[in-house]
């Protein structure tokens, strides 16, 4: 079973930046198979899905509230996943999940307060 695990969550202030990392491991099929996510969850809210990256020529989505603020990036010999957030702003304020078909990371929490 693919395992992932999170990290670089952590405290900013509005207007900075904060990068994550996602470690996939037991991967059986080569990376670019895999549809890699980042979803987020607010207090009180659903989670959502706000960027995602697949196949060989890095296909890349995202969520309007971040399009244009956060760029999500992959490694594949590291079969790592980046989520570079920058001109953060308290509403990006959540716990940030990996995930990949039904597989979830425990997610890393991040804040965006003065």
């Known amino acids: 079973q693919v395992q992932l695990v999170e990290s670089g969550g952590g405290l900013a202030q509005p207007g900075g930046s904060l990068g994550l990392t996602c470690a996939a491991s037991?991967?059986?099929?080569?990376?670019?198979?895999?549809?890699m996510n980042w979803f987020r969850q607010a207090p009180g809210k659903e989670r959502e899905m706000i960027a995602s990256i697949s196949g060989v020529i890095e296909d890349t989505k995202y969520s309007d509230p971040v399009k244009g603020r956060f760029t999500i990036s992959r490694d594949i010999p590291k079969r790592r996943v980046y989520l570079e957030m920058n001109s953060l702003e308290p509403e990006d304020t959540a716990v940030y999940y990996c995930?990949?078909?039904?597989?979830w990371g425990q997610g890393t929490q991040v804040t965006v307060s003065p």
């Open positions: 037991q991967i059986t099929a080569p990376f670019t198979y895999y549809k």
């Open positions: 995930n990949t078909a039904t597989v």
